[in-house]
């Protein structure tokens, strides 16, 4: 038997939960996910790109988000983040902006907005908080008044599970958290027990795993998220490499302007600090013009 694939991994991760065949297993998760916030559970939910066999892991057209619209009118979107591409912050605020004015078109009335909900599953600790359950809102600093309900940011940050402390006895959504998290099936029955849908998940993630065609596709987007970070991880190192040398630049061409400047106050030629230095005449009558 091959080994189980990653839930975590976006290209398999839209394929568990964003098939219309497992929209069921999506509602259950989300239905989860609102009630650990507080929230009253959803009726029904409509795929608004459902995964299909033109998903292709390599595509940079493909989204592996998962898009989803409930009976009243809510967007939402469910996003898994194996890695940390830095400023999540921006990056969702962004997306949920697109999503929020996607519903508009011209000559229609601000009103006719719904409210769009984000979250973000991520397989890396991102908030300075211990909860992995973090939820963000519009609300007035120090009264709390919510100035609206239309923007609601969740994030589920993984690594902040503590298998130690934490088990399937404590139900709900720590069930479907623990599945995504370790993969691996020893404590299935367990986390499925009061979980008739995680059961199912756990049944999809089995069949993809036996299933060559799946399997090439998971390790091509594997490979293409990590040369992904690869790359982002190269520029970020040149750029900050490129920003040391331009500092060393500056403090250097700065050292020869204050020297420079001395040697003006003690009478010295042009051409005479200007072969000390280096600057060229140019630049030591420009400096001398700024001091007189």
């Given at each position: 038997?091959?080994?189980?694939l990653?839930?975590k991994?976006?290209?398999?991760?839209?394929?568990?939960?964003?098939?219309?065949?497992?929209?069921?297993?999506l509602?259950?998760?989300?239905?989860?996910?609102?009630?650990?916030?507080?929230?009253?559970?959803?009726?029904?939910?409509?795929?608004?790109?459902?995964?299909?066999?033109?998903?292709?892991?390599?595509?940079?057209?493909?989204?592996?988000?998962?898009?989803?619209?409930?009976?009243?009118?809510?967007?939402?979107?469910?996003?898994?983040?194996?890695?940390?591409?830095?400023?999540?912050?921006?990056?969702?605020?962004?997306?949920?902006s697109?999503?929020?004015?996607?519903q508009?078109?011209?000559?229609?009335?601000?009103?006719?907005?719904?409210?769009?909900v984000?979250?973000?599953?991520?397989?890396?600790?991102?908030?300075?908080?211990?909860?992995?359950?973090?939820?963000?809102?519009?609300?007035?600093?120090?009264?709390?008044?919510?100035?609206?309900?239309?923007?609601?940011?969740?994030?589920?940050?993984?690594?902040?599970?503590?298998?130690?402390?934490?088990?399937?006895?404590?139900?709900?959504?720590?069930?479907?958290?623990?599945?995504?998290?370790?993969?691996?099936?020893?404590?299935?029955?367990?986390?499925?027990?009061?979980?008739?849908?995680?059961?199912?998940?756990?049944?999809?993630?089995?069949?993809?795993?036996?299933?060559?065609?799946?399997?090439m596709?998971?390790?091509?987007?594997?490979?293409?998220?990590?040369?992904?970070?690869?790359?982002?991880?190269?520029?970020?190192?040149?750029?900050?490499?490129?920003?040391?040398?331009?500092?060393?630049?500056?403090?250097?061409?700065?050292?020869?302007?204050?020297?420079?400047?001395?040697?003006?106050?003690?009478?010295?030629e042009?051409?005479?600090?200007?072969?000390?230095?280096?600057?060229?005449?140019?630049?030591?009558?420009?400096?001398?013009?700024?001091?007189?």
């Amino acid at each position: 038997m091959n080994e189980l694939l990653d839930p975590k991994n976006d290209f398999l991760f839209k394929r568990i939960f964003g098939s219309e065949e497992n929209k069921d297993v999506l509602l259950a998760f989300l239905n989860r996910t609102f009630d650990h916030a507080g929230k009253p559970p959803l009726r029904e939910i409509i795929l608004l790109n459902s995964y299909t066999d033109k998903d292709s892991p390599l595509d940079k057209q493909s989204i592996f988000d998962i898009h989803a619209r409930t009976d009243d009118g809510q967007l939402i979107n469910i996003e898994m983040q194996l890695f940390n591409n830095y400023d999540m912050e921006k990056r969702t605020l962004y997306y949920w902006s697109k999503l929020y004015s996607s519903q508009l078109f011209e000559g229609n009335a601000y009103k006719q907005l719904r409210k769009c909900v984000t979250i973000n599953v991520l397989d890396y600790a991102f908030l300075p908080s211990e909860q992995y359950h973090n939820v963000f809102r519009l609300s007035e600093d120090t009264s709390g008044i919510h100035l609206t309900d239309d923007m609601e940011l969740h994030f589920l940050e993984l690594p902040k599970l503590d298998s130690s402390t934490l088990s399937a006895q404590d139900g709900g959504l720590i069930n479907w958290l623990l599945f995504l998290k370790y993969t691996d099936s020893v404590n299935w029955e367990e986390l499925a027990m009061n979980e008739p849908q995680l059961k199912k998940a756990m049944n999809t993630l089995e069949f993809l795993s036996q299933d060559e065609q799946a399997r090439m596709e998971y390790e091509s987007r594997q490979k293409a998220l990590r040369d992904e970070i690869s790359r982002q991880e190269y520029a970020r190192d040149r750029g900050l490499e490129e920003g040391r040398q331009e500092g060393i630049r500056q403090g250097i061409e700065q050292a020869k302007l204050e020297s420079a400047h001395k040697m003006l106050k003690m009478g010295l030629e042009i051409a005479m600090i200007a072969e000390a230095t280096g600057l060229s005449q140019q630049q030591i009558e420009a400096l001398r013009a700024v001091e007189e």
